[in-house]
């Protein structure tokens, strides 16, 4: 399974916020669909030990806390223990509880074992994002651009790049390529409402920050233009 990991929201001086909710829907639906498996066993009425530990982990990720949710890793199959997706999820979960060191060690094992995998790719940037390594963001978003021009994560970090040096319409064109390659994107309408108020197109700026408030009406940067 392709897991996509989004809705990445950083602060302005690119510190890693709103954490709890940022992985919860990928989360849920990644638990959901990959870990009832195989086929053949969930539909034998005989539970594994790897189905058990599935179903427990879909129900903490919907009803508990993140601190029981990566407690439950502690009791993981050892059969499940190195596969790659398990890795990402518990990673992923990591950094929505903003426990960066933890996740950096589970990253730097990922990217030994999967250094083309776009998902590993992504949440390297974003643990380099959070930890200041300017170095490896760098290298990090090139190499999402090499393998998807459209890349909303790394189009967003350059877009923010631009917008330091108060270059609106180069992030204009950031951002637009990180809507395209993610339509959910809400840093990526965000950005684009703020670009076009300083640009001084009201009517486009509306258009994209009210596309962002249909999406999510609780986003507090929407109602600040």
Not at 12 to 33: D, E, H, M, Q, Y
Not at 99 to 116: D, H, Q, Y
């Amino acid at each position: 399974m392709k897991m996509k990991i989004r809705n990445i929201a950083f602060d302005s001086c690119g510190i890693f916020c709103n954490a709890k909710r940022v992985f919860s829907v990928f989360l849920f639906a990644f638990a959901t669909s990959i870990f009832l498996y195989p086929a053949d066993v969930v539909t034998q009425k005989k539970d594994t030990k790897e189905v058990v530990f599935a179903k427990q982990l879909k129900e903490s990720l919907s009803k508990k806390t993140i601190e029981e949710t990566l407690q439950l890793f502690e009791k993981m199959p050892e059969s499940m223990q190195n596969n790659t997706d398990m890795m990402i999820l518990q990673a992923s979960i990591m950094l929505s509880g903003g426990k960066f060191n933890e996740v950096s060690e589970i990253v730097t094992k990922l990217e030994r074992i999967a250094p083309e995998n776009r998902d590993v790719s992504e949440l390297s940037l974003i643990v380099a994002k959070v930890t200041g390594d300017k170095a490896k963001l760098n290298k990090k978003v090139q190499t999402l651009l090499a393998s998807d021009p459209n890349n909303d994560l790394a189009n967003i970090e350059l877009a923010e790049e631009s917008l330091k040096v108060n270059n609106y319409k180069e992030a204009v064109s950031y951002y637009s390529k990180a809507l395209e390659g993610n339509p959910e994107s809400e840093d990526a309408m965000l950005g684009l409402g703020q670009c076009y108020y300083y640009l001084v197109k009201p009517e486009t700026s509306r258009k994209y920050l009210n596309m962002l408030l249909e999406k999510n009406e609780m986003n507090p940067e929407a109602n600040l233009y």
